[in-house]
């Protein structure tokens, strides 16, 4: 890991281009205006071709427990996800890098998806799509499984826009029961070149039918969980 000390370096065009490079910037503390970039040894994905939701996740979605959208409140919900909660005292998510992923998202490289009831933001995820990749930077959830339907969402979109990797950075408790993996970086870095080389589509103004004829077939080809 490398560290910055001058916040003002992290410009969006920087951010594009260390993605495109295989790292991403943190911080040790929302409040620390200083970054540190990224290089993991071994990188988490979500295989698109062999992900799992869980059986109770699946009743979740198909009860429309919430209204789900795309890119109608991304600042709200990086600001959500930049927030302590219960299970995290501190972020990683301070000024610089609020700033360049707003300005990313000005710029239509940055999405978020987000899981609603009535006219509260619930649950959502933000990330940033670059050819044919999708970087998940961050989620939240403020109600049960808000977070979980925001992915599964992200999953219907990345197979309508025809992505071909989804990065997690890093595999958590949470997102192990969606099937993700780790790979070692240099595996990872080949799976990225090839993913550069595409243009996908994020779908962010999906029609309903569209967007739920995706979900669904998202939740029949649920891969069955490997256990480790």
């Given at each position: 890991?490398?560290?910055?000390?001058?916040?003002?370096?992290?410009?969006?065009?920087?951010?594009?281009?260390?993605?495109?490079?295989?790292?991403?910037?943190?911080?040790?503390?929302?409040?620390?205006d200083q970054i540190f970039w990224v290089d993991p040894e071994v990188?988490?994905?979500?295989?698109?071709?062999?992900?799992?939701?869980?059986?109770?996740?699946?009743?979740?979605?198909?009860?429309?427990?919430?209204?789900?959208?795309?890119?109608?409140?991304?600042?709200?919900?990086?600001?959500?996800?930049?927030?302590?909660?219960?299970?995290?005292?501190?972020?990683?998510?301070?000024?610089?890098?609020?700033?360049?992923?707003?300005?990313?998202?000005?710029?239509?490289?940055?999405?978020?998806?987000?899981?609603?009831?009535?006219?509260?933001?619930?649950?959502?995820?933000?990330?940033?799509?670059?050819?044919?990749?999708?970087?998940?930077?961050?989620?939240?959830?403020?109600?049960?499984?808000?977070?979980?339907?925001?992915?599964?969402?992200?999953?219907?979109?990345?197979?309508?826009?025809?992505?071909?990797?989804?990065?997690?950075?890093?595999?958590?408790?949470?997102?192990?029961?969606?099937?993700?993996?780790?790979?070692?970086?240099?595996?990872?870095?080949?799976?990225?070149?090839?993913?550069?080389?595409?243009?996908?589509?994020?779908?962010?103004?999906?029609?309903?039918?569209?967007l739920k004829q995706a979900v669904d077939r998202i939740l029949r080809?649920?891969?069955?969980?490997?256990?480790?």
């Open positions: 890991m490398s560290r910055s000390g001058n916040p003002t370096e992290l410009s969006p065009d920087l951010l594009l281009r260390a993605y495109a490079a295989g790292i991403f910037p943190m911080s040790e503390a929302r409040d620390d990188r988490g994905i979500l295989p698109l071709d062999a992900y799992h939701i869980p059986r109770s996740l699946k009743k979740a979605v198909r009860k429309g427990k919430f209204d789900v959208r795309f890119d109608t409140a991304f600042v709200e919900v990086l600001e959500f996800c930049a927030d302590a909660a219960p299970d995290r005292e501190n972020t990683w998510i301070n000024g610089p890098i609020r700033n360049a992923v707003i300005r990313l998202h000005e710029m239509g490289f940055a999405h978020s998806v987000e899981s609603w009831q009535g006219d509260e933001l619930v649950g959502g995820l933000y990330g940033i799509a670059l050819g044919s990749a999708f970087f998940g930077e961050s989620m939240f959830s403020r109600r049960t499984d808000a977070s979980k339907v925001a992915l599964v969402n992200l999953l219907a979109l990345m197979h309508l826009g025809h992505y071909h990797l989804l990065d997690t950075q890093f595999v958590t408790d949470h997102l192990s029961t969606f099937g993700t993996i780790e790979i070692p970086a240099d595996a990872y870095r080949a799976r990225l070149e090839t993913a550069l080389k595409y243009q996908s589509l994020f779908h962010s103004t999906v029609a309903e039918a569209q080809e649920s891969s069955p969980r490997i256990q480790a």
